[in-house]
């Protein structure tokens, strides 16, 4: 990975992998257990991509053993103001206090008497826990979560609330916004390369370093209520394209109609003025933010680092 690994056990890292010219191949969450054992975590439609990935590069004669859990964990995320809270009420042994369990780091914890392996870590933006269950004991871990989040109003959340939800806080999604076409600079995520280790791709993404970023990820606000934009559709400046939606969606939260999208350096600056096909029609649109993860961007609502 270009990503610096973590060096503290339960520590967890946001990792990008990256193809041979340096492009974004890969994203996952990484968490140190101990100095012999890490879990890798990514998306579920990434399954055999990652793992092909890995094995692929694994060194000659090397003792590291992969071992996939996708059919063996199922992993429940707990998001929102309230999930310190309801964790605490869940996981009475153990404290979701700020303090002791801070963001971005995993610990093993018992949901009522289930063990689990929890991670402070978000997608959605809000405030999150993701608690990876052995499937065989899933639905009593379930029933502990849920009998926990009825006070608090707990209620089940779908991908459409999720794409809502990461979209206004500007959170990029592999295979949609992260892609094998733009590399770590373009897409915002610089905060996660180190160039002073080694890396597959390394050597290619310097050489696209040098000459400059080709596009850059923006967050865009649409002048509409009609629709959201759809990926694929291209932004222009007049009648001169200059950049391409990449994911889309309403904002529920800030009642905006948002999209994220990767537009030309010279057109990136917040405020800019563009337009989208939206429907048949040409609508305005304009850059309301310009998609580089910071260590304030990248904390969710709610959450100090």
């Not at 370093?209 to 222009?236: M, W």
Request: aromatic residues 10%.
């Amino acid at each position: 990975t270009c990503t610096k690994l973590p060096k503290t056990r339960g520590r967890v890292g946001l990792c990008y992998f990256l193809s041979n010219n340096g492009n974004i191949d890969a994203e996952a969450t990484v968490a140190k257990f101990s100095d012999d054992h890490l879990w890798y975590c990514s998306a579920a439609a990434a399954e055999y991509h990652d793992m092909d990935w890995l094995t692929e590069r694994l060194p000659a004669g090397s003792d590291i053993q992969i071992t996939s859990l996708t059919n063996s964990y199922t992993v429940l995320i707990i998001a929102g103001p309230h999930a310190r809270a309801l964790m605490d009420a869940a996981c009475p042994r153990t404290s979701f206090a700020q303090s002791d369990f801070p963001w971005m780091t995993a610990q093993t914890c018992f949901v009522s008497y289930v063990e689990a392996t929890v991670m402070a870590v978000s997608f959605s933006g809000e405030q999150a826990f993701e608690v990876h269950i052995p499937n065989i004991q899933l639905h009593a871990a379930y029933l502990a979560l849920t009998k926990a989040g009825a006070p608090f109003g707990l209620t089940h959340f779908g991908m459409y609330a999720i794409e809502s939800m990461r979209i206004e806080k500007g959170y990029g999604h592999w295979k949609g916004d992260f892609i094998t076409e733009f590399n770590p600079m373009e897409a915002g995520v610089e905060l996660f390369v180190d160039l002073s280790k080694d890396f597959s791709g390394k050597a290619g993404l310097e050489r696209q370093i040098a000459l400059g970023n080709r596009r850059e990820r923006v967050l865009i606000e649409i002048d509409s209520k009609t629709a959201p934009a759809h990926a694929g559709e291209t932004l222009f400046e007049g009648e001169t394209p200059v950049g391409t939606i990449t994911s889309a969606a309403w904002g529920y939260r800030t009642d905006k109609n948002l999209a994220m999208a990767y537009v030309e350096p010279t057109h990136s600056g917040v405020g800019t003025d563009l337009s989208v096909l939206l429907i048949g029609q040409r609508v305005a649109a304009t850059i309301v933010e310009n998609c580089i993860y910071d260590a304030a961007h990248a904390i969710p609502r709610g959450q100090s680092e």
